[in-house]
């Protein structure tokens, strides 16, 4: 019951500071942000699936009837092909986070230029 009021209070004093941080964000930075959030995210896709292709990669070598070992081949080979295709989104994300994050710079310096005026 104490792990659990605990827990609660630290997601309560977290929200509250992830709140005070976001308003304190200038609005030309949060695209490069959100960029950043969905390549993490698909860096974890990644991982998840990497993970999953060794996880059926394992069973292939457990002793099974023919069947089995012929359906867990066939999912190994569709998570591999998946691990692929999170890799090269991972990739793709990335670039647009990196595209992104020189756009906001730029209008950052932009907004100071005119500031300066």
């Not at 060794?54 to 081949?73: F, L, N, S, T, W």
């Amino acid at each position: 019951m104490e792990a659990l009021v605990s827990g609660i209070v630290v997601f309560v004093l977290a929200m509250f500071v992830g709140v005070e941080i976001i308003k304190k964000v200038p609005s030309l930075l949060h695209t490069p942000l959100t960029s950043g959030s969905n390549a993490i995210s698909g860096i974890t896709i990644l991982g998840s699936m990497v993970v999953s292709g060794m996880a059926a990669g394992c069973a292939k070598k457990a002793p099974a009837d023919d069947g089995m070992a012929a359906r867990i081949e066939a999912a190994a080979s569709k998570a591999e092909m998946a691990a692929n295709k999170a890799e090269a989104a991972a990739k793709q994300a990335t670039d647009a986070a990196q595209r992104a994050d020189a756009a906001a710079q730029k209008a950052e310096a932009m907004y100071h230029h005119k500031l300066k005026k």
